[in-house]
């Protein structure tokens, strides 16, 4: 009798990737149309025309010029798609003062030849309706601007002066000038536009982002559930059972706990019976000597995890020096952070400075070595397959698990954010205020623990079992050995059997 121990279905691993992949452009092609559609809606004149003032536009030289901000379509752009496009562009300017002004359009290069070597203003953005302008020193007199032959378009005059010009291909620059190309420019402009297409396009791009939304949460969906087959059922005893006798049903295959295969990854905790209510408020400063410990433990775990990447895609198989450096670290920052952080501040012993299993310490994790490892997966596990749980991770940890391409993994599993830092807070209040700690939050956090290191051990190319979307719940791992009772015995009798490994802090 055999458990049939089959992983995430390959498909249903790259519809999870996928989904996830396609979520956020999705979204944001949906917000982007509606956003565009709502403006064009709100924004338009009776004209149709979206329009934005420019107030106070002045110069103490000849000219102000705008190239390249508004009017650009470059020399080889297709009539069909200006056609397509019908962008109108609307001037108007209202002149501050009793000469007549000068609006105009040309060729960006023929206006610079015009009024190279004056002292003029070109506009270089625009911040809130306020023009910022780049200065340009010289002569403070030009021929003017009427006399010139090269404008497609032009409105001169006194009072608010008006013109529109359908853009053609080329590269544009508008100009306000006095009509005498006298210095001293002052006016109050509005620049309208007016484009066919804004509507089409804000229509299909949010068409196109229900789209894409729809098929990612499809995807999503489709590859999370189902994702593991249960393991075998026992074959059936041969021969008809004798009459009268009730057949009892076969016995589960070791480690299989509700037809599911175990997990490679082990995590367990036992929550202390005699929690102080106040030590958690310090426990991270006690932890500071092995905060430091483990951050030169994780660089080498970083380094070691990018050699025996090398080494599983050459020979399949993961160096077993390395496996056992790497587990220890992580049994090492499990232990820290269950005494000091998102853990769950689950126990006042303080952790022993060891890479070893330390069967005693109430908190444990094991990894099952596995003799041969896919060459393939080493090279998309880390940075594409497990994107799925990357994000959940975010979630529940706000951002305390950083996953670098430069150098590895590297993972800061003593962080506190997010959701997990929430319920490990919650909990500590509890503890604080009526001396016991919620067994119901020490479940789900020590779940949502026991998801984190299944994850960071897939992405570290420690296992090829992807790891399930699922929360198992409590200090004890599905399927495995429970962690001993505490023993029960007189006072002084438990003391000593509860002796702790390493020095024993604020008792």
Known sequence: MCAEVVVMRPGRVVALVVGCLLVLPGIGMLLGGAALGVGVAAGRDDDGFVSADLDGVRSDGVAVTAEGIVLVAEPDTPDWLLEWASVDVRLEAAAVGERPLFVGIGPEDEVDAY???TAHSEVEAVD??????????GRTEVAPPSAQGFWVATSEGTGTRSMTWEVTAGRWAVVLMHADGSPGVAADVTVGVDAGMLVPVAVALGSVGVLVTVLAIVLVVVGATGGERPATPAAPP?????????VPPPPPPVGVQDGRPPSPVRLTARLDR???????????????????????????????TVVAG????????????????TTGVLRWTWRVSYYAASGGLGTDRYPPFSLGDEPDYPATLDIDYPERLSRGLVLVKWWLLAIPHYIIIGLLTGGGYRWVTDDGVRVDTTGGGGILGILVLVAAIALLVTGRYPQALFDVIIGFNR???????????????????????????????????????????AARDLAPVGPRMWS
């Open 115 to 117: 009024l190279a070597g």
């Open 128 to 137: 809130g309706g306020t023009p910022r302008y780049r200065e340009q020193d």
């Open 238 to 246: 041969a021969g008809p059972p004798a009459v009268g006798v009730p």
């Open 274 to 304: 005699d929690l102080s209510r106040w030590q958690w408020l310090v426990k991270w400063v006690l932890a500071i000597p092995h905060l430091v410990v483990l951050g030169f433990l994780w660089l080498a775990f970083s380094l070691l």
């Open 310 to 325: 090398f080494a599983i895609l050459f020979t399949g198989t993961y160096p077993r020096a390395i496996f056992d450096f």
């Open 451 to 493: 998801w984190v290191y299944r994850v960071i051990a897939y992405a570290a190319l420690m296992t090829d079992a992807y790891p399930p979307f699922r929360l198992d719940q409590g200090g004890d791992e599905p399927g495995g050995t429970p962690l001993p009772t505490p023993p029960t015995g007189p006072p002084d009798t």
